[in-house]
C-alpha cells in the first residue's frame, strides 16, 4: 500500500487530495478496478496476456469502451448542463473537479454570444456500414494473420486511431467522417514483433501510422487521403513493460507503448519516477514523446524527454537504429537520438526506450504567488529563471486564465471573496494595487526533500515579493494544475455550444514574452474580425516554461461560431494567421506539439531549404519506399 | 456640391461665444487610452532611454573604437537627451490654451475639421500606437493640431521639433511643455545621436500617452509643393512594428489647407535667398503686426487611419528574429517599403487638400501676369473651378455666393499681393512690402524686390500644381501636338516624371499605373479621347490640356534655363559648390528679366533652381562628390546638352540662344 500512496502522489494534481478525499475512493483502487475490467476484456477479446508486472494495460485494446471515441478523455467524464438548474458540473469521480460548478456559469457567459441553451450535438456513434472499409493487401493480410501477431479489421477500431485531438480532429468526428482511416489495427507485443511487421509491410508495400496514445495535436496520425496503399496503424499500447531498472545507475528500459501515469506507477513500486509529466500524461506514450519531442511540466528538476532519454531503439525498414552503450552522453558524430526524437513516426516505430530515472521526492508541494499584473509576473519569471531557482514547475497564467481558474472552484467556496479574504488576513495594507481584472498567478510545484522544498520556497516567494508578488497559497496553486487537465475536457463540452476551442504554443526568447502574448492576442481578435466570426474571441496565454534563454508560452483561445458556416476552415484561417504573428515575433514554430501535417507549411521558413534537404536525405535513404507514410513535417 | 461646412465643424465658433478660461480648465472627458499605455514621467523616460540595450551597444561600440571612457560618451548621450526631450506639461497646456483660443480667433475666420476623421483616430487610439503625419506649411501647425487634439478631448502629441527652435529660449520651452522634442537637423551617421533618438521616439511610441506627431516633409514647405518625403523617422517608428514590440502602428495623415500663410512673406524672401532671420523669440514678437491681419480659414482634413501592419504586409518580419531588437536593422526591402508608405502618405495629404478660391486666382493670375481684368479673371476661375472638381479636386467655394464675391473676399485677404484698379485691370504689387511703392524693374535689386511678389503668389499656385501635377505632366508630355501615340506619351511623361522627382514627389513604383488612371481620367472628363494607339485632344479639351500646360511649363523654362547656364559655364574638373551655382544661376536670369527678356520671375526661385541641379544629379548629368564645404558638383556641357535638347521637345525654347548670356528675348510659348 505504500506504493499506491506514492501513486496518490504523483497523481496529485490529477485526483483529490487525500485529506479532501472524504468519501474514502482514492484513485488507486479506481485504477484497480478498471484495470480488472480491462483483463477480463482482454482474455474475451484477444488472448493478450498481461505484462510482466502481472497487469493488463489501463486502457484496453477496444480503446473507445472506456474512452470517449469522439471526445477527450474517460467517457464517464464530462461537463454537463443540468436542464433543471441550468448549472454546468463535472461528471466523474476521477478528478479533484467533480460536482456542480456555480461559477463556471458566469465565467462563461464572458465569452461574446455564448448561449447554453444553443445545442450542436454531435453525431450518435457511427455504424459499421458509413465508416470506410479498408484496403486490403491479401499477401501481407495472409502473413500477418499467419504470424499470430494481434490484429482487428474492426471498423471502429480502425476509425479510433484515425486521428489525434486538433479542433479539425473532433469536428470530423462529431459532424462527419474522416476520407481515409486505417485498414488495420495491429497490435505488436514486443520489439521482435514489430521488426517482424517491418519486414511484412516492406515486403507487401503496406504504409504503417505507428499509433502511440493518439493525443498528438499535430494530424501526425491521420492517413494521408491520397494514400492507396493497405494502411496499418501500429499500436504500441500492449508493448508497455518495465524490462528493467538498474538502481545503480538509476536507469530504466521501458517499452515505447507505456502511457505516462502506468510508467509513473510501475516505476514507483521501485520508489522511482521519470518526472516527465506532460498535461496528457494519462493517455500519451513513451515512444509518443520520443517521436514528438514532448515537453513535461516537471522539466525544471527532470529534463525535457531528450534529456530524460539515454537510450532508444528504433526499427526502420532498413534495420534497427540503435547506440551499443547507456551512457549519458557521447562525442560520436551528429547524435543519433536527434534524428529520432522529433522524427513523428516517418523514420520507423520506436520500441524500447532507457530512460534515466529519479528517486521519488519524499516532498511535494504546491504553491502559488498572485500579481498585480501579467508584466510583473513576466519579470517574476524571468528573474526566477536567470537565478536558476526554478521549483519542479513554475507556470504564469494571465487574468483570463487566472479568472477561468478561479470559475472553477467548488460551491463551498466564494469565487473572490475567499480568494481576497483570505490574502487580506495577511496581506491587509499590500493588497491595494490588486485589481481582479489585471492581476495574475504564478502556479508553483515544489518537489524533493523536505528541506530542499522549504528552501527553494524561500529562494522563490523571496524573489517574488521583490516583483510585488503576493503568496496566495497552495490551494489555488493545486488548482492551477488540475485545470489544465480540465481543460482538455471543456473543449467538448464548448462543441455541444457552438464555441470553438483550441491550443497552440510556443517558445520565445525572453524579451519578446510579453510582445507576443500582446501581439498574438491582437492578431487573433483581428483576424476573428476579418474572418467573420460573430462574436469577440476569448484568448488567454500563460507561460508554461522557463528556460534561461527564453519561454514556453501557451496559448488557449475560444470564440462562439454560431452562424458561420465553414467554422473549422476559419478556425485554420485564424490559427495560421497567429502562427505567422507568432513566428514574425521571434516566436519558434513548436516548443513541443511538433509539426505532424498541420505545420507542416511553415517547416521550410523554419529550418531553411538546406535543413529541408537534410530531413529529406534522411527520410530517403531509411525509408526509400515511404513505409512509414504518414506524411508528417516534410 | 457640398461645401466646407458639410462636412467639417468650425472649431472656433464656441470660443466665439464661450469662455477661452472655461476652455482651458475643462475636464476632458472620454479620452481615449491606448489599451497597452504605459504611463511614464518624461524623467522616467530619459532613465530608460539611457539604460537602454541600444545606447549601451553604440556605447561599447564606440568607446572601442575611439578609446573613450564609456562614462564620457554616457555624459554625451545625456546631454543630447536633455537638449532633445519634451516635458509635456498639462498646467502649461492649459494655460497656453487660453492664449491659443484667442491668437486663432483674431488670426482666423474659422477652423474647420472633419469630425468624422476625429472620431476613427479617435476609435484607433485605444488599439495601436497612433503617428499623426500633418502637411508643414507653416510654424503655426504644431500649435494648430495640439489646440485641435485638446478642443477633441484627445491626448496631446509628442511633436518632433527641429533643433531650430530650441534657440527661441521661451518658444523653445513652451513647445517642449506643450510635448515637442527637438531633433537636429542633420546628424547623419552620427551614431550615438541616432541611439538616443531612436531610442527615446521608440519609447514614447511604445508608451503611446499620446499621438506622437511629425512632419514626412522635415521641414516646412515653402513653395506650397510637397517636399520629397524624410524616411528618418518614419523607419524608427516602423522598427518597433517590423521588431513585434507593438502590434501595428497607426498613420493618420493630415491635411492643412491654410487660406493664408502666416508667414507667407518671410517664404517668398527665404525662396530668392534673402537670409531668413534666425527663430528668435523677439522676431516672433515683432510679428505682432501680424495680428492686425486677416488670414482667413483653415481646413483640416483628419484622412483615414493607415495600418502599418497593412501596408508592411509584405514584409517577413522574422527576418529580424537573428538580431537582438536593439540593433538598428532595416532590409533594403523594407526601406523601400517604407519609402512606399512615405509616399503614399503623402498622396492621401495631397488628395485631402482644400484649395481656396484665392489658390485658383492664383493659378490663373500667374500664367497671365498683369493682364486680367476682373471679369475675365472671374470667369476663367469661375471655370477653372468647374474644371478641377471633375478631377476630384476639393474647392471651397462658399454656395450661394457671387463668383465676383468671392474672388473680391479672396483678394481682400490676400491684399497685399494684387492690385485692383478702377478699369478693373488687375496688378500684382510691386513689393511684398509696401504694395503701392514702385519699383525699377529694370535693376536686378528691382527685379528680385518685385519677385518676391510672384513667389508668393507662385506658392498658392503650386497648391493646384501639387494637386494636379499628373495632368500637367500628361498634358507638356503632347509637346504641343494635339494627338500622340500612347506609347510615346508616356515615354514623354516618364522622362517629366524622372526630371521633376524633386519638383512633383511621387511614388515611383506607382508611376505607370497613376499614368493610366489620370489618361482615363482626362478621357472621362471629355479632354482626351483615345483608341488603342492613339490619345488625342478633343476640342473641349484644348483649353484644358492649354491651361495645365501653362500650369507646369515655367518649371520646364527654369530647367532648361539651368542647362543654358550650365553649358556656358563649364565647371571646372574640381566641381563648384551647389548652392553657389544655383545664386549664380539666379542672378543671371535676374539680369535677363530685368533686360526685360524674360518675365518669368517665379523661375527666380532658387528652389526651383536647387531641385533642378538636384535632378540633373539623380540623371546623372552632374556629378556630385561631397567637401567639407558642402558638396559639389561637375559636369560636361555635351550631356547637360541632351537634356536641353530633351526639354526642347516639350515647349517652345528660345532658338536664337546659343548662349545663356547672349541678347535676345526668351519667350515662352506653350507649343500648342
Ligand atoms: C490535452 C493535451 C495535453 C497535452 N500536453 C502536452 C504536454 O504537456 N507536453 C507535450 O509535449 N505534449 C502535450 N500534448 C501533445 C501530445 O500529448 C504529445 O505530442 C505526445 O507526445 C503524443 O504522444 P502519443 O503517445 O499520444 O502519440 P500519438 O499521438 O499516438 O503520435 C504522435 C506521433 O508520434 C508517432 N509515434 C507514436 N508512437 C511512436 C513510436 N513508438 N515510434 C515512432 N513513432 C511514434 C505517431 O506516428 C505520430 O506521428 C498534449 C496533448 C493534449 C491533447
Same mark, same amino acid.
Given at each position: #500500500?505504500?506504493?499506491?500512496?506514492?501513486?496518490?502522489?504523483?497523481?496529485?494534481?490529477?485526483?483529490?487530495?487525500?485529506?479532501?478525499?472524504?468519501?474514502?475512493?482514492?484513485?488507486?483502487?479506481?485504477?484497480?478496478?478498471?484495470?480488472?475490467?480491462?483483463?477480463?476484456?482482454?482474455?474475451?477479446?484477444?488472448?493478450?496476456?498481461?505484462?510482466?508486472?502481472?497487469?493488463?494495460?489501463?486502457?484496453?485494446?477496444?480503446?473507445?469502451?472506456?474512452?470517449?471515441?469522439?471526445?477527450?478523455?474517460?467517457?464517464?467524464?464530462?461537463?454537463?448542463?443540468?436542464?433543471?438548474?441550468?448549472?454546468?458540473?463535472? %461528471?466523474?469521480?476521477?478528478?479533484?473537479?467533480?460536482?456542480?460548478?456555480?461559477?463556471?456559469?458566469?465565467?462563461?457567459?464572458?465569452?461574446?454570444?455564448?448561449?447554453?441553451?444553443?445545442?450542436?450535438?454531435?453525431?450518435?456513434?457511427?455504424?459499421?456500414?458509413?465508416?470506410?472499409?479498408?484496403?486490403?493487401?491479401?499477401?501481407?493480410?495472409?502473413?500477418?494473420?499467419?504470424?499470430?501477431?494481434?490484429?482487428?479489421?474492426?471498423?471502429?477500431?480502425?476509425?479510433?486511431?484515425?486521428?489525434?485531438?486538433?479542433?479539425?480532429?473532433?469536428?470530423?468526428?462529431?459532424?462527419?467522417?474522416?476520407?481515409?482511416?486505417?485498414?488495420?489495427?495491429?497490435?505488436?507485443?514486443?520489439?521482435?514483433?514489430?521488426?517482424?511487421?517491418?519486414?511484412?509491410?516492406?515486403?507487401?508495400? $503496406?504504409?504503417?501510422?505507428?499509433?502511440?496514445?493518439?493525443?498528438?495535436?499535430?494530424?501526425?496520425?491521420?492517413?494521408?487521403?491520397?494514400?492507396?496503399?493497405?494502411?496499418?496503424?501500429?499500436?504500441?499500447?500492449?508493448?508497455?513493460?518495465?524490462?528493467?531498472?538498474?538502481?545503480?545507475?538509476?536507469?530504466?528500459?521501458?517499452?515505447?507503448?507505456?502511457?505516462?501515469?502506468?510508467?509513473? %506507477?510501475?516505476?514507483?513500486?521501485?520508489?522511482?519516477?521519470?518526472?516527465?509529466?506532460?498535461?496528457?500524461?494519462?493517455?500519451?506514450?513513451?515512444?509518443?514523446?520520443?517521436?514528438?519531442?514532448?515537453?513535461?511540466?516537471?522539466?525544471?528538476?527532470?529534463?525535457?524527454?531528450?534529456?530524460?532519454?539515454?537510450?532508444?531503439?528504433?526499427?526502420?525498414?532498413?534495420?534497427?537504429?540503435?547506440?551499443?552503450?547507456?551512457?549519458?552522453?557521447?562525442?560520436?558524430?551528429?547524435?543519433?537520438?536527434?534524428?529520432?526524437?522529433? +522524427?513523428?513516426?516517418?523514420?520507423?516505430?520506436?520500441?524500447?526506450?532507457?530512460?534515466?530515472?529519479?528517486?521519488?521526492?519524499?516532498?511535494?508541494?504546491?504553491?502559488?504567488? $498572485?500579481?498585480?499584473?501579467?508584466?510583473?509576473?513576466?519579470?517574476?519569471?524571468?528573474?526566477?529563471?536567470?537565478?536558476?531557482?526554478?521549483?519542479?514547475?513554475?507556470?504564469?497564467? *494571465?487574468?483570463?486564465?487566472?479568472?477561468?481558474?478561479?470559475?472553477?472552484?467548488?460551491?463551498?467556496?466564494?469565487?473572490?471573496?475567499?480568494?481576497?479574504? =483570505?490574502?487580506?488576513?495577511?496581506?491587509?495594507?499590500?493588497?491595494?494595487?490588486?485589481?481582479?481584472?489585471?492581476?495574475?498567478?504564478?502556479?508553483?510545484?515544489?518537489?524533493?526533500?523536505?528541506?530542499?522544498?522549504?528552501?527553494?520556497?524561500?529562494?522563490?516567494?523571496?524573489?517574488?515579493?521583490?516583483?510585488?508578488?503576493?503568496?496566495?497559497?497552495?490551494?489555488?496553486?493545486?488548482?492551477?494544475?488540475? #485545470?489544465?487537465?480540465?481543460?482538455?475536457?471543456?473543449?467538448?463540452?464548448?462543441?455541444?455550444?457552438?464555441?470553438?476551442?483550441?491550443?497552440?504554443?510556443?517558445?520565445?526568447?525572453?524579451?519578446?514574452?510579453?510582445? $507576443?502574448?500582446?501581439?498574438?492576442?491582437?492578431?487573433?481578435?483581428?483576424?476573428?474580425?476579418?474572418?467573420?466570426?460573430?462574436?469577440?474571441?476569448?484568448?488567454?496565454?500563460?507561460?508554461?516554461?522557463?528556460?534561461?534563454?527564453?519561454?514556453?508560452?501557451?496559448?488557449?483561445?475560444?470564440?462562439?461560431?454560431?452562424?458561420?458556416?465553414?467554422?473549422?476552415?476559419?478556425?485554420?484561417?485564424?490559427?495560421?494567421?497567429?502562427? *505567422?504573428?507568432?513566428?514574425?515575433?521571434?516566436? =519558434?514554430?513548436?516548443?513541443?506539439?511538433?509539426?505532424?501535417?498541420?505545420?507542416?507549411?511553415?517547416?521550410?521558413?523554419?529550418?531553411?531549404?538546406?535543413?529541408?534537404?537534410?530531413?529529406?536525405?534522411?527520410?530517403?535513404?531509411?525509408?526509400?519506399?515511404?513505409?512509414?507514410?504518414?506524411?508528417?513535417? #516534410? | 456640391?457640398?461645401?466646407?461646412?458639410?462636412?467639417?465643424?468650425?472649431?472656433?465658433?464656441?470660443?466665439?461665444?464661450?469662455?477661452?478660461?472655461?476652455?482651458?480648465?475643462?475636464?476632458?472627458?472620454?479620452?481615449?487610452?491606448?489599451?497597452?499605455?504605459?504611463?511614464?514621467?518624461?524623467?522616467?523616460?530619459?532613465?530608460?532611454?539611457?539604460?537602454?540595450?541600444?545606447?549601451?551597444?553604440?556605447?561599447?561600440?564606440?568607446?572601442?573604437?575611439?578609446?573613450?571612457?564609456? *562614462?564620457?560618451?554616457?555624459?554625451?548621450?545625456?546631454?543630447?537627451?536633455?537638449?532633445?526631450?519634451?516635458?509635456?506639461?498639462?498646467?502649461?497646456?492649459?494655460?497656453?490654451?487660453?492664449?491659443?483660443?484667442?491668437?486663432?480667433?483674431?488670426?482666423?475666420?474659422?477652423?474647420?475639421?472633419?469630425?468624422?476623421?476625429?472620431?476613427?483616430?479617435?476609435?484607433?487610439?485605444?488599439?495601436?500606437?497612433?503617428?499623426?503625419?500633418?502637411?508643414?506649411?507653416?510654424?503655426?501647425?504644431?500649435?494648430?493640431?495640439?489646440?485641435?487634439?485638446?478642443?477633441?478631448?484627445?491626448?496631446?502629441?509628442?511633436?518632433?521639433?527641429?533643433?531650430?527652435?530650441?534657440?527661441?529660449?521661451?518658444?523653445?520651452?513652451?513647445?517642449?511643455?506643450?510635448?515637442?522634442?527637438?531633433?537636429?537637423?542633420?546628424?547623419? +551617421?552620427?551614431?550615438?545621436?541616432?541611439?538616443?533618438?531612436?531610442?527615446?521616439?521608440?519609447?514614447?511610441?511604445?508608451?503611446?500617452?499620446?499621438?506622437?506627431?511629425?512632419?514626412?516633409?522635415?521641414?516646412?514647405?515653402?513653395?506650397?509643393?510637397?517636399?520629397?518625403?524624410?524616411?528618418?523617422?518614419?523607419? $524608427?517608428?516602423?522598427?518597433?512594428?517590423?521588431?513585434?514590440?507593438?502590434?501595428?502602428?497607426?498613420?493618420?495623415?493630415?491635411?492643412?489647407?491654410?487660406?493664408?500663410?502666416?508667414?507667407?512673406?518671410?517664404?517668398?524672401?527665404?525662396?530668392?535667398?534673402?537670409?531668413?532671420?534666425?527663430?528668435?523669440?523677439?522676431?516672433?514678437?515683432?510679428?505682432?503686426?501680424?495680428?492686425?491681419?486677416?488670414?482667413?480659414?483653415?481646413?483640416?482634413?483628419?484622412?483615414?487611419?493607415?495600418?502599418?501592419?497593412?501596408? #508592411?504586409?509584405?514584409?517577413?518580419?522574422?527576418?529580424?528574429?537573428?538580431?537582438?531588437?536593439?540593433?538598428?536593422?532595416?532590409?533594403?526591402?523594407?526601406?523601400?517599403?517604407?519609402?512606399?508608405?512615405?509616399?503614399?502618405?503623402?498622396?492621401?495629404?495631397?488628395?485631402?487638400?482644400?484649395?481656396?478660391?484665392?489658390?485658383?486666382?492664383?493659378?490663373?493670375?500667374?500664367?497671365?501676369?498683369?493682364?486680367?481684368?476682373?471679369?475675365?479673371?472671374?470667369?476663367?476661375?469661375?471655370?477653372?473651378?468647374?474644371?478641377?472638381?471633375?478631377?476630384?479636386?476639393?474647392?471651397?467655394?462658399?454656395?450661394?455666393?457671387?463668383?465676383? *464675391?468671392?474672388?473680391?473676399?479672396?483678394?481682400?485677404?490676400?491684399?497685399?499681393?494684387?492690385?485692383?484698379?478702377?478699369?478693373?485691370?488687375?496688378?500684382?504689387?510691386?513689393?511684398?512690402?509696401?504694395?503701392?511703392?514702385?519699383?525699377?524693374?529694370?535693376?536686378?535689386?528691382?527685379?528680385?524686390?518685385?519677385?518676391?511678389?510672384?513667389?508668393?503668389?507662385?506658392?498658392?499656385?503650386?497648391?493646384?500644381?501639387?494637386?494636379?501635377?499628373?495632368?500637367?505632366?500628361?498634358?507638356?508630355?503632347?509637346?504641343?501636338?494635339?494627338?500622340?501615340?500612347?506609347?510615346?506619351?508616356?515615354?514623354?511623361?516618364?522622362?517629366?516624371?524622372?526630371?521633376?522627382?524633386?519638383?512633383?514627389?511621387?511614388?515611383?513604383?506607382?508611376?505607370?499605373?497613376?499614368?493610366?488612371?489620370?489618361?482615363?481620367?482626362?478621357?472621362?472628363?471629355?479632354?482626351?479621347?483615345?483608341?488603342?494607339?492613339?490619345?488625342?485632344?478633343?476640342?473641349?479639351?484644348?483649353?484644358?490640356?492649354?491651361?495645365?500646360?501653362?500650369?507646369?511649363?515655367?518649371?520646364?523654362?527654369?530647367?532648361?534655363?539651368?542647362?543654358?547656364?550650365?553649358?556656358?559655364?563649364? =565647371?571646372?574638373?574640381?566641381?563648384?559648390?551647389?548652392?553657389?551655382?544655383?545664386?549664380?544661376?539666379?542672378?543671371?536670369?535676374?539680369?535677363?528679366?530685368?533686360?526685360?527678356?524674360?518675365?518669368?520671375?517665379?523661375?527666380?526661385?532658387?528652389?526651383?533652381?536647387?531641385?533642378?541641379?538636384?535632378?540633373?544629379?539623380?540623371?546623372?548629368?552632374?556629378?556630385?562628390?561631397?567637401?567639407?564645404?558642402?558638396?559639389?558638383?561637375?559636369?560636361?556641357?555635351?550631356?547637360?546638352?541632351?537634356?536641353?535638347?530633351?526639354?526642347?521637345?516639350?515647349?517652345?525654347?528660345?532658338?536664337?540662344?546659343? =548662349?545663356?548670356?547672349?541678347?535676345?528675348?526668351?519667350?515662352?510659348?506653350?507649343?500648342?
Amino acid at each position: #500500500m505504500a506504493s499506491n500512496r506514492r501513486i496518490d502522489n504523483i497523481l496529485g494534481h490529477l485526483s483529490t487530495p487525500p485529506d479532501q478525499n472524504k468519501d474514502g475512493t482514492c484513485i488507486h483502487s479506481q485504477v484497480n478496478k478498471l484495470e480488472k475490467k480491462n483483463c477480463s476484456e482482454l482474455s474475451d477479446n484477444m488472448g493478450k496476456e498481461s505484462g510482466v508486472n502481472g497487469r493488463g494495460p489501463r486502457i484496453p485494446k477496444r480503446r473507445q469502451d472506456l474512452l470517449k471515441w469522439n471526445g477527450w478523455g474517460f467517457r464517464d467524464c464530462k461537463f454537463v448542463l443540468d436542464p433543471v438548474k441550468e448549472l454546468v458540473s463535472f %461528471e466523474g469521480d476521477r478528478y479533484q473537479l467533480r460536482g456542480p460548478l456555480p461559477y463556471f456559469n458566469t465565467w462563461l457567459e464572458t465569452i461574446e454570444g455564448v448561449n447554453l441553451h444553443a445545442n450542436r450535438e454531435a453525431q450518435p456513434d457511427i455504424q459499421a456500414d458509413k465508416i470506410p472499409k479498408p484496403i486490403i493487401n491479401d499477401g501481407f493480410l495472409e502473413d500477418i494473420k499467419r504470424s499470430g501477431i494481434s490484429l482487428t479489421l474492426d471498423p471502429h477500431d480502425r476509425l479510433f486511431r484515425a486521428h489525434g485531438h486538433t479542433l479539425h480532429d473532433l469536428f470530423t468526428l462529431r459532424e462527419g467522417i474522416f476520407e481515409r482511416i486505417p485498414d488495420i489495427v495491429i497490435w505488436p507485443d514486443c520489439h521482435d514483433e514489430v521488426v517482424r511487421i517491418v519486414n511484412m509491410c516492406v515486403k507487401h508495400n $503496406v504504409c504503417i501510422i505507428p499509433y502511440g496514445g493518439g493525443t498528438n495535436v499535430t494530424r501526425a496520425v491521420e492517413c494521408p487521403a491520397n494514400e492507396s496503399r493497405m494502411i496499418v496503424s501500429l499500436d504500441t499500447s500492449q508493448m508497455n513493460r518495465i524490462l528493467w531498472v538498474d538502481d545503480k545507475n538509476l536507469t530504466a528500459n521501458i517499452e515505447a507503448g507505456i502511457f505516462g501515469v502506468d510508467l509513473e %506507477e510501475k516505476l514507483s513500486k521501485y520508489g522511482l519516477c521519470s518526472g516527465h509529466e506532460p498535461d496528457s500524461c494519462e493517455f500519451s506514450s513513451l515512444g509518443g514523446w520520443v517521436a514528438t519531442r514532448a515537453s513535461g511540466m516537471k522539466k525544471n528538476v527532470y529534463g525535457n524527454i531528450e534529456d530524460i532519454v539515454v537510450h532508444i531503439r528504433m526499427v526502420t525498414p532498413q534495420g534497427v537504429i540503435e547506440k551499443n552503450c547507456q551512457v549519458p552522453r557521447m562525442s560520436t558524430g551528429p547524435d543519433l537520438h536527434h534524428i529520432i526524437l522529433g +522524427s513523428e513516426g516517418t523514420l520507423g516505430v520506436v520500441t524500447e526506450v532507457t530512460l534515466r530515472v529519479r528517486p521519488l521526492p519524499p516532498c511535494r508541494k504546491y504553491g502559488s504567488v $498572485v500579481f498585480p499584473n501579467f508584466e510583473q509576473g513576466v519579470h517574476f519569471v524571468r528573474e526566477v529563471a536567470r537565478q536558476r531557482c526554478a521549483p519542479a514547475s513554475i507556470r504564469l497564467m *494571465d487574468n483570463v486564465q487566472f479568472r477561468f481558474g478561479m470559475s472553477l472552484k467548488p460551491p463551498s467556496e466564494s469565487i473572490w471573496t475567499s480568494l481576497v479574504d =483570505s490574502l487580506k488576513k495577511v496581506y491587509v495594507t499590500k493588497l491595494k494595487g490588486f485589481n481582479p481584472e489585471t492581476m495574475v498567478v504564478t502556479t508553483l510545484l515544489f518537489e524533493g526533500t523536505k528541506e530542499e522544498v522549504a528552501a527553494q520556497e524561500k529562494r522563490v516567494y523571496s524573489v517574488a515579493t521583490r516583483f510585488g508578488g503576493l503568496a496566495s497559497g497552495e490551494d489555488n496553486g493545486q488548482r492551477g494544475y488540475m #485545470m489544465t487537465f480540465a481543460i482538455a475536457y471543456i473543449r467538448d463540452f464548448a462543441m455541444d455550444h457552438y464555441i470553438i476551442a483550441e491550443s497552440f504554443e510556443t517558445t520565445v526568447p525572453w524579451d519578446r514574452v510579453l510582445d $507576443v502574448c500582446r501581439n498574438v492576442k491582437e492578431r487573433i481578435t483581428k483576424e476573428c474580425a476579418a474572418n467573420g466570426v460573430p462574436y469577440a474571441p476569448i484568448i488567454m496565454s500563460r507561460v508554461t516554461q522557463t528556460y534561461d534563454a527564453g519561454a514556453c508560452i501557451y496559448f488557449y483561445f475560444a470564440y462562439m461560431y454560431k452562424g458561420i458556416p465553414n467554422p473549422v476552415e476559419v478556425y485554420e484561417k485564424i490559427e495560421t494567421a497567429a502562427r *505567422d504573428e507568432i513566428i514574425s515575433n521571434g516566436g =519558434s514554430l513548436s516548443h513541443h506539439h511538433g509539426i505532424g501535417k498541420h505545420r507542416k507549411p511553415f517547416m521550410k521558413g523554419t529550418v531553411s531549404d538546406v535543413g529541408m534537404m537534410a530531413l529529406r536525405a534522411v527520410k530517403d535513404r531509411l525509408d526509400p519506399d515511404n513505409i512509414f507514410g504518414n506524411q508528417n513535417l #516534410m | 456640391m457640398a461645401g466646407i461646412q458639410d462636412n467639417h465643424e468650425d472649431i472656433l465658433d464656441p470660443r466665439r461665444k464661450g469662455s477661452d478660461i472655461r476652455f482651458a480648465l475643462q475636464t476632458l472627458r472620454g479620452v481615449p487610452e491606448y489599451k497597452y499605455i504605459n504611463q511614464q514621467t518624461p524623467k522616467e523616460v530619459k532613465e530608460q532611454v539611457l539604460k537602454s540595450q541600444r545606447l549601451r551597444h553604440v556605447i561599447e561600440q564606440l568607446s572601442s573604437e575611439k578609446g573613450l571612457e564609456e *562614462d564620457v560618451i554616457y555624459k554625451e548621450a545625456d546631454a543630447i537627451l536633455e537638449e532633445m526631450g519634451h516635458n509635456l506639461n498639462m498646467t502649461t497646456l492649459r494655460s497656453l490654451a487660453t492664449i491659443f483660443a484667442n491668437i486663432f480667433r483674431q488670426l482666423f475666420r474659422h477652423i474647420y475639421v472633419n469630425q468624422s476623421g476625429i472620431q476613427k483616430m479617435r476609435a484607433l487610439m485605444k488599439e495601436s500606437p497612433v503617428v499623426l503625419l500633418p502637411t508643414h506649411r507653416s510654424y503655426l501647425d504644431f500649435l494648430l493640431m495640439s489646440y485641435i487634439l485638446f478642443h477633441y478631448h484627445l491626448p496631446l502629441p509628442f511633436i518632433a521639433a527641429g533643433a531650430d527652435f530650441m534657440q527661441m529660449k521661451f518658444v523653445g520651452e513652451i513647445l517642449r511643455r506643450c510635448g515637442g522634442f527637438f531633433i537636429r537637423r542633420s546628424f547623419g +551617421s552620427d551614431r550615438l545621436y541616432w541611439a538616443v533618438f531612436t531610442e527615446y521616439v521608440q519609447i514614447n511610441l511604445t508608451n503611446s500617452e499620446g499621438p506622437l506627431e511629425f512632419f514626412v516633409e522635415g521641414t516646412r514647405s515653402r513653395t506650397g509643393k510637397f517636399l520629397s518625403p524624410k524616411l528618418g523617422l518614419l523607419s $524608427v517608428v516602423a522598427e518597433p512594428f517590423l521588431k513585434g514590440a507593438v502590434p501595428d502602428v497607426t498613420l493618420v495623415p493630415i491635411s492643412i489647407s491654410y487660406e493664408r500663410i502666416v508667414e507667407e512673406k518671410l517664404h517668398a524672401q527665404e525662396m530668392l535667398g534673402i537670409p531668413k532671420p534666425k527663430e528668435s523669440t523677439s522676431g516672433l514678437l515683432k510679428a505682432r503686426s501680424i495680428f492686425q491681419e486677416d488670414f482667413g480659414s483653415i481646413v483640416v482634413h483628419f484622412c483615414d487611419p493607415i495600418s502599418l501592419r497593412d501596408q #508592411m504586409k509584405s514584409i517577413d518580419r522574422s527576418r529580424h528574429n537573428l538580431i537582438p531588437r536593439f540593433i538598428f536593422s532595416a532590409t533594403p526591402e523594407e526601406q523601400r517599403l517604407i519609402g512606399s508608405v512615405a509616399q503614399d502618405v503623402q498622396q492621401v495629404q495631397r488628395d485631402h487638400m482644400i484649395m481656396s478660391p484665392w489658390v485658383l486666382c492664383a493659378a490663373c493670375l500667374l500664367q497671365r501676369p498683369d493682364s486680367y481684368t476682373l471679369r475675365e479673371l472671374t470667369s476663367q476661375v469661375a471655370w477653372l473651378k468647374d474644371m478641377i472638381r471633375q478631377y476630384g479636386i476639393q474647392v471651397d467655394w462658399p454656395v450661394g455666393t457671387g463668383a465676383q *464675391d468671392i474672388i473680391h473676399s479672396a483678394f481682400k485677404i490676400h491684399h497685399s499681393l494684387v492690385k485692383q484698379h478702377k478699369d478693373g485691370e488687375i496688378t500684382f504689387s510691386r513689393s511684398l512690402h509696401s504694395p503701392n511703392a514702385s519699383v525699377d524693374t529694370s535693376t536686378r535689386e528691382g527685379v528680385l524686390t518685385h519677385a518676391a511678389v510672384h513667389m508668393d503668389i507662385a506658392m498658392y499656385r503650386n497648391y493646384l500644381a501639387a494637386s494636379l501635377a499628373v495632368q500637367g505632366l500628361v498634358s507638356l508630355s503632347f509637346c504641343g501636338l494635339d494627338k500622340c501615340s500612347q506609347d510615346e506619351l508616356y515615354e514623354q511623361y516618364q522622362f517629366l516624371v524622372k526630371l521633376f522627382t524633386e519638383e512633383f514627389t511621387s511614388n515611383p513604383s506607382h508611376s505607370k499605373q497613376k499614368f493610366d488612371r489620370t489618361v482615363s481620367l482626362l478621357v472621362a472628363c471629355g479632354a482626351l479621347d483615345h483608341d488603342r494607339e492613339e490619345v488625342r485632344v478633343t476640342a473641349k479639351g484644348e483649353r484644358e490640356i492649354a491651361f495645365f500646360t501653362d500650369m507646369m511649363s515655367p518649371f520646364l523654362l527654369g530647367y532648361w534655363l539651368v542647362c543654358q547656364y550650365l553649358m556656358a559655364h563649364p =565647371s571646372s574638373p574640381q566641381g563648384v559648390p551647389i548652392k553657389q551655382t544655383a545664386k549664380d544661376i539666379q542672378m543671371r536670369i535676374a539680369t535677363i528679366i530685368s533686360q526685360g527678356k524674360l518675365h518669368h520671375y517665379e523661375i527666380l526661385s532658387l528652389n526651383l533652381l536647387t531641385n533642378a541641379l538636384t535632378a540633373l544629379t539623380h540623371m546623372g548629368i552632374l556629378v556630385r562628390e561631397k567637401s567639407d564645404n558642402g558638396p559639389l558638383i561637375s559636369w560636361s556641357a555635351e550631356s547637360v546638352s541632351r537634356v536641353a535638347d530633351k526639354i526642347s521637345e516639350f515647349i517652345q525654347v528660345p532658338t536664337d540662344m546659343t =548662349s545663356f548670356s547672349q541678347p535676345g528675348e526668351v519667350a515662352l510659348t506653350a507649343k500648342l
